[in-house]
């Protein structure tokens, strides 16, 4: 999959008031927010499924790939606050009502606090404490084959 431009993979959170995004940037995955952006250097395009995280604790941002520290950057803003404690809908793969994600996203999720380089690992390898509540017999996930297989 060879993107168009840089949107063409773009994942992001967005909401009123707050955002927070992943991006194609150049060859590498990238992250804009509310507190400030980073662009990576690994190559991230035509060559499968990555694992990408982003840890902010104060005013460092770093982003990973595949459980590896791509980049960081000190001086963002240390008090910024992003919030999902409110009845705005977080829209996952895309952009307000127009960029959309082309490509997958699997196993998503935000938490409260900055995780370590060896927590990143865990997750990236199938930490069980970051696997789904649900089983596969569940509702959301017999919706999701049912999806897949008629598009």
Do not use: C
Request: glycine share 12%; charged share 25%; net charge negative.
């Amino acid at each position: 999959m060879e993107p168009a431009n840089w949107w063409n993979l773009n994942s992001a959170i967005d909401r009123p008031g707050n955002f927070f995004g992943f991006e194609y940037a150049g060859g590498g995955a990238g992250l804009a927010a509310d507190f400030g952006a980073i662009d990576g250097k690994v190559e991230i395009v035509n060559s499968g499924w990555h694992h990408v995280a982003a840890v902010k604790a104060g005013d460092n941002l770093q982003l990973y790939v595949d459980g590896v520290l791509d980049v960081q950057k000190d001086g963002m803003k240390k008090n910024a606050k992003w919030s999902v404690d409110n009845k705005d809908p977080i829209q996952i793969g895309g952009w307000g009502k127009f960029e959309n994600l082309v490509g997958s996203v699997d196993e998503m999720f935000i938490a409260k606090d900055a995780f370590t380089v060896d927590d990143l690992k865990k997750i990236m390898n199938g930490w069980k404490r970051a696997q789904p509540v649900f089983s596969s017999e569940k509702l959301s996930s017999i919706w999701g084959k049912i999806k897949k297989e008629n598009n």
